[in-house]
């Protein structure tokens, strides 16, 4: 059975996030992806392993390679999660933009 991490525990760690920002335009070798990063390619091999772990992306066995893929419709998960946040915000921007509106009307 297939250990399962949670998907905020691995977004958290910026390697990770980078790894997954290069997976956003091709499918990539660990090799590929350790040779963008100064880290020993073991810690990127952990870093993989735990968003693998997380299923946010998909490992490829070609031939004698594993390619690297990112599965969006996980990353899908972590927009809709945020979304609630981003109707927050939004809605305290639009709220202090009336403010500042009243704020400069009052004073011409």
Known sequence: ???RRDIFQAISDPTRRAILVLLTSQTMTAGAIA?????????ISK???ILNECDLIRANQQGREIHYELKVE???EIDKW???????WENRFNQLDEIL?????NKG
């Open 1 to 3: 059975m297939k250990l």
């Open 35 to 43: 040779e963008k990063f100064e880290s020993a390619r073991p810690t």
């Open 47 to 49: 870093h993989l392993q």
């Open 74 to 76: 996980k990353m899908k």
């Open 82 to 88: 945020l979304e609630q946040f981003r109707k927050i």
């Open 101 to 105: 509106s009243k704020l400069n009307n």
